[in-house]
């Protein structure tokens, strides 16, 4: 499994309709292929800056969906939203711990 987070700044006062595109793009996700799981942060200390987390399979099949059409359309409502360009940085999961288990 490979775990990949995206940080990004938003422009000031955008946060909300950002947030709502970044709702919709992890429930569409959810039936892809590949996908374990996401979560969307907040740091305390940036409340214009977001943290994506995306567990998938393999690093594949989390590029397979940016060429869904589905993550496609939040693509284009989310632009211009960002301040500068967002950091990504990969992560091999070791171990997996959630409360489904």
Do not use: C, Y
């Not at 006062?13 to 970044?22: L, T």
């Not at 994506?52 to 693509?75: K, L, N």
Request: glycine share 10%; no cysteine.
């Amino acid at each position: 499994m490979m775990t990949v987070i995206t940080e990004i700044t938003l422009k000031r006062g955008s946060e909300p309709e950002w947030d709502a595109a970044m709702r919709d793009r992890l429930t569409a996700a959810r039936g892809r292929s590949g996908w374990v799981g996401g979560q969307l942060l907040i740091p305390l200390d940036g409340q214009n800056t977001r943290v994506v987390v995306g567990t998938w399979q393999s690093r594949a099949d989390w590029q397979a969906w940016h060429e869904d059409d589905a993550f496609a359309e939040t693509r284009t409502r989310m632009e211009g939203l960002q301040e500068g360009d967002s950091r990504i940085t990969w992560h091999e999961v070791v171990v997996d711990s959630r409360g489904e288990e």
